[in-house]
């Protein structure tokens, strides 16, 4: 058997298959940034667990799942979600917002429901369910622990992610947070939520300020790299170190009782799930389910760390 | 600018007037070590200027291995990804390792031994596509650049690889440890500057690169083998890669598809602030060292201060790196010249 007519015996049967399903299936097209960083590949691992998961409980579920390098890629993987899958839902995590409104527009304008993910359009309107972490609820949460462990007179460092809104509204959350409490911030730049930058930047606070009582992180790749930088100037009974977003390495190293990473703060990639759920059940339950649904962002310890461990994930 | 550069090719060591080709980078970094020090006098702490020249031999190395690619006319833009997939496949394969037959310091060599043929293959193949396949080096590097970069994304399924522990802890020294005071990271730095500079002034192959980057046929008719010599730099810039990812595993220990993002960039840039020419047929190794602690540098000053906004760094990064090639190039010289008259 020659592979063209394998070929033509595939093509055969899918061209059989496809009415015959589409009449009964139900459609969910899963737009999400390709894995390019750890959280992003976070992001596909759960991805790919819950499409596995619906569509062994759901028999009339088919969710299709793509993956974009680029707002451009995104734009047109939405639109042949549109007209080639002809999906009846949309669950999108957009790369950037604006650029991104009118190809989900125009999934709407198709029948489509609309799901938005973590980064909101700037017109409300177009999205039926909006599932979000919260930027503003890390940065509150890590202030209040800043403000237990340090007080009046203590000295801390921030490194930042990517000059973007979500690293800007993380970042006024803390400061408004620590406001009042006497935490000196010695200084803060940009690690880009990444380990090397967050090594190097840590690196130079090291050698430019003798005394650090606290690093906020606010991501936990950015973190690894300052545990690394530390250890390196062996200054680690001086000060503690929080990241966020929840790594599978530091909620271990919480649930062990690393001193140097004490806490994490949540913003867990596996929201994708809970948006895909939540799209579900808009076909499948008999309850509403159209509205904003924003996630937490708890403090992880010791206690509770146990929760949030996915050993299989590759974040 | 075109026309100065076969002129100072020509007559290299003639008197001891000061000049500005030779001496431009060297005096932007000295400018620039004055404004760090300016800035904050914790610049030139010791523990600083380790930071600082670690740091930059990773770009340094893969530096030295492209002023030999863009003196021949090249360019490699595959390097950082590169980087990424050698150092992820050396954590793969010493995982495997230390699962078999336990942590020792064979598993590191191991690591070391794969780190080195896959960086020579991997020059190789870019060499053998440009001068067996005929197809420009800017393509072929950018193809290789992609699925270097996709293969260590889908080895991390979009994670991150960790070494392991114990292996880890055998592998740490390299990078951080010292000899004589001086990091390793640094000693191999120096090491592979000194072999380029000897290769590419004192042997046939580096006034064979200079030739065929400055005129290819007449380095053909002049019985030179351009391919290989071509295919030669190619693997000697993977070779240096490989160098490179050897000391920056112990570093942090993981390899993801955010490693060595940009660093083929970082590496031309500091190829050409070192007085290297783009186009080819020049090449100047010492120069190119000093390009790589310059662009170090001035990351590292941008964080001992906070005079500046943070979202200006990169428009001050720019305006150095301009500011030194132009130190370098002619036309100041030319215009300090006629001041003069």
């Known amino acids: ?315 | 600018m075109t026309v100065s550069v076969p002129e100072t090719a020509a007559k290299p060591q003639k008197g001891f007037k000061l000049d500005f080709k030779t001496a431009g980078p060297l005096i932007a970094l000295i400018l620039l070590v004055i404004l760090g020090y300016s800035l904050n006098p914790a610049f030139l702490n010791e523990g600083n200027i380790t930071n600082l020249l670690t740091r930059s031999a990773f770009i340094g190395i893969i530096a030295v291995g492209a002023t030999f690619v863009i003196t021949a006319g090249g360019i490699d833009l595959s390097v950082g990804s590169m980087a990424a997939f050698i150092a992820g496949m050396m954590i793969i394969i010493m995982n495997s390792a230390v699962s078999s037959m336990g942590a020792s310091v064979w598993t590191v060599l191991l690591g070391v031994g794969c780190s080195l043929i896959l960086g020579i293959g991997a020059g190789y193949i870019n060499g053998f596509l440009t001068t067996k396949a005929k197809i420009e080096a800017f393509i072929v590097t950018l193809g290789t650049m992609g699925i270097y970069r996709s293969l260590v994304t889908y080895f991390a399924d979009g994670g991150t690889l960790s070494l392991n522990s114990g292996a880890r802890e055998i592998y740490r020294p390299v990078y951080y440890d010292s000899f004589l005071r001086v990091p390793y990271p640094v000693w191999v730095f120096i090491l592979v500057a000194v072999i380029g500079w000897i290769l590419m002034n004192r042997t046939a192959f580096g006034r064979y690169c200079m030739a065929i980057g400055s005129n290819e046929q007449v380095a053909r008719y002049s019985a030179i083998k351009v391919d290989r010599v071509r295919t030669w730099t190619y693997i000697l810039q993977g070779l240096c890669v490989s160098l490179a990812t050897i000391i920056y595993v112990p570093r942090l220990g993981s390899a993801s598809s955010a490693t060595g993002v940009l660093w083929e960039l970082e590496a031309i840039a500091a190829v050409i602030i070192g007085g290297t020419m783009l186009k080819g047929g020049y090449g100047r190794i010492g120069g190119t060292v000093i390009g790589a602690l310059i662009l170090t540098a001035i990351g590292n000053i941008l964080n001992l201060t906070d005079i500046i906004s943070n979202y200006l760094n990169g428009a001050v990064q720019g305006v150095i790196i301009v500011a030194a090639v132009y130190l370098q190039r002619g036309s100041f010289k030319r215009a300090v010249r006629k001041k003069a008259e």
């Open chain 1, 1 to 315: 058997m020659s592979i063209k007519t394998l070929t033509m015996a595939l093509v055969a049967t899918t061209a059989l298959a496809v009415p015959a399903l589409a009449q009964e299936k139900i459609k969910i097209g899963v737009s999400i940034p390709a894995a390019t960083h750890g959280w992003t590949g976070g992001l596909n691992y759960h991805a790919q667990e819950a499409e596995k998961r619906l569509e062994s409980t759901y028999s009339n579920i088919d969710i299709i799942l793509v993956t974009a390098d680029s707002p451009a890629d995104q734009a047109g993987d939405i639109e042949d979600l549109v007209s080639v899958q002809q999906i009846d839902a949309l669950v999108v995590l957009p790369f950037e917002s604006d650029p991104l409104v009118e190809p989900v527009r125009q999934a709407k304008a198709a029948g489509a429901f609309i799901t938005v993910v973590d980064r909101g359009l700037p017109d409300a309107s177009i999205q039926d369910v909006y599932v979000a972490g919260n930027n503003t609820e890390l940065g509150a949460t890590s202030a209040e622990y800043f403000k237990t462990r340090l007080g009046e007179g203590d000295n801390i460092v921030i490194l930042r992610g990517i000059p973007t809104v979500i690293d800007t509204e993380r970042f006024d959350a803390f400061m408004a947070g620590i406001e009042g409490s006497g935490i000196n911030v010695l200084d803060n730049q940009f690690a880009n939520w990444n380990r090397d930058d967050g090594f190097e930047v840590m690196q130079d606070f090291l050698s430019r300020f003798p005394d650090i009582d606290g690093v906020w992180a606010q991501d936990d790749d950015i973190a690894m790299g300052v545990v690394e930088a530390v250890r390196q100037a062996g200054r680690e009974g001086e000060m503690f170190i929080v990241g966020g977003a929840g790594m599978k390495d530091v909620i271990k190293g919480i649930m062990d009782g690393d001193e140097l990473i004490p806490v994490d703060v949540l913003y867990p990639p596996a929201m994708i799930a809970t948006a895909m759920d939540v799209t579900v059940a808009n076909f499948l339950s008999n309850g509403p389910v159209a509205g904003s649904y924003i996630l937490g962002a708890p403090l992880v310890t010791k206690d509770n760390a146990a929760q949030f461990y996915f050993p299989d994930s590759p974040f």
